[in-house]
């Protein structure tokens, strides 16, 4: 007889696009704050910010739009220092934002977070935004406890290769002490699920205005948000993927 599947013993979070509807009133506002702090006539559109989220990371996300539409820069001395000061001052514009109270979390999150942590379930977070990202969104996401909520926080650069690698996953894992069989991952994107399908997470999707239409082939759930969603869902999903 073949052994039982591990019980679900952890959830695993994504942050922008999976906690909070993040990115398009969010990062997008607060790149273009910068930009405009440094005297830069850049601005990116909601639409154009959209394409940009192919790529993760911040600063990554810079230096391929200075690749597309502004190569020149690239050759200066100083485009990596401008890089890594102009994500400064985007994720200070960001704090700003999220403490000012305008992005809450997402449908469904802050009841299915206090329901996991009645029940013994583990909590984590893979993200490739900054810690200071997270703990602010946390802080300020008026779900009770939830900045003390999550014993593990994989973010930024805390791994090498960012999302679509499986690496902060793999991170995360590792410091919880548990088996990629006994967790579940919820994610946003193609490129989260990609990268949580490659530590072998079973991953359910909570689309958002960015992600629709993408590839979610491998997700053993895909969602429009977590509202009608239970812990007794996220389990029985848990549990299907585990017996094949």
Known sequence: MAPSPAPLAALIFDVDGTLADTERDGHRVAFNQA??????DWHWSVEQ???LLAVTGGKERIRHFLESFHPERLAEPDCDA?????HRAKTEAYRALVTGGGLPLRPGVARLLAEARAAGLRLAIATTTTPDNVTVLLEH???PGASGAFEVIGAGDVVPAKKPAPDIYRWALERLGLPATACLAIEDSDNGLRAARGAGLATVITANDYTRGQDFSGAVAVLPDLAGTTLADLQRWHRDAAAG
């Open 141 to 143: 996401s008026k779900a």
């Open 49 to 51: 910010y959209g394409a």
């Open 35 to 40: 930009f405009e702090s440094a005297g830069l």
């Open 82 to 86: 401008l890089i890594a000061t102009l």
